[in-house]
């Protein structure tokens, strides 16, 4: 990420309110927020998929493959939670203009990766390293849908234009294919993974609202305040279902 263009900040004086300059500092020097995704009680057992259909993608697994609703942690935690701001950046704020595209990988008959983010106007690069057919579909909301046939081994973009968490991706061919796109204005954002922690870097001085998505157990908010380069904890726990 870029540096950041300066602000106008309030410095509250003896004798009233006085206007100070301030240059927000590059991304990687502002506040940091980190936490872990707990998952309470036990998890129910994910959905085996048959891939009889698909012997070059069943090649590729040494035991059949689970769906990815709920991928708990040897730790407890959650993975593929997806953890951003959702309120609290200053109006002044911009975002660095997206640099380079994020893929979406389709290997195994599965998608890579099952939740991730991008920035609007990023470029989304679409993969079929299967070399079989996929048909990919986006069912947005606030983004226009789209439905894009690969049949064979290719890459196929897109962007999308507006804020949206979260954009449903699915495979028409095959029923077991999901993942989830969030679709944001800044870079504010992140994912759990095998360890359950996220890591959100470069925030601005403020009081932000942090919400964490799950595919199945929803989402849940927490209130966050940071100044300078300083690092604040926000956890988050869901309980099983």
Not at 118 to 138: E, F, R
Not at 165 to 172: A, F, H, K, Y
Not at 205 to 216: D, L, R, V
């Amino acid at each position: 990420m870029g540096k950041l263009g300066g602000t106008v900040g309030l410095v509250v004086m003896a004798g009233g309110l006085a206007l100070v300059a301030w240059t927000r500092p590059a991304a990687q020097d502002g506040a940091t927020i980190t936490g872990s995704v707990k998952l309470v009680g036990k998890a129910p057992a994910n959905p085996v998929i048959d891939m009889t259909e698909e012997p070059k993608c069943k090649a590729k697994y040494t035991a059949p493959p689970r769906e990815q609703i709920v991928e708990v942690n040897p730790n407890a935690t959650l993975a593929d939670v997806f953890v951003y701001v959702k309120a609290g950046l200053p109006a002044s704020y911009k975002a660095p203009a997206p640099t380079g595209a994020v893929t979406l990988d389709q290997d195994g008959c599965r998608y890579h990766p099952h939740v991730f983010g991008i920035l609007v106007g990023q470029t989304l690069a679409i993969k079929n390293s299967d070399g079989i057919l996929h048909n990919i579909k986006a069912k947005g909301v606030k983004n226009r849908p789209f439905n894009i046939s690969q049949p064979i081994s290719m890459t196929s973009e897109r962007t999308l234009t507006v804020p949206e968490v979260m954009v449903p991706l699915e495979c028409n061919v095959h029923g077991w294919m999901h993942a989830w796109l969030g679709v944001l204005p800044h870079p504010f954002f992140s994912v759990t993974g095998t360890d359950g922690r996220f890591t959100i870097k470069g925030l601005p001085p403020g009081t932000y609202t942090i919400e964490a998505w799950h595919e199945k157990y929803g989402t849940q908010t927490g209130t966050v305040t940071v100044t300078g380069s300083e690092s604040k904890t926000s956890d988050f726990s869901f309980t099983a279902k």
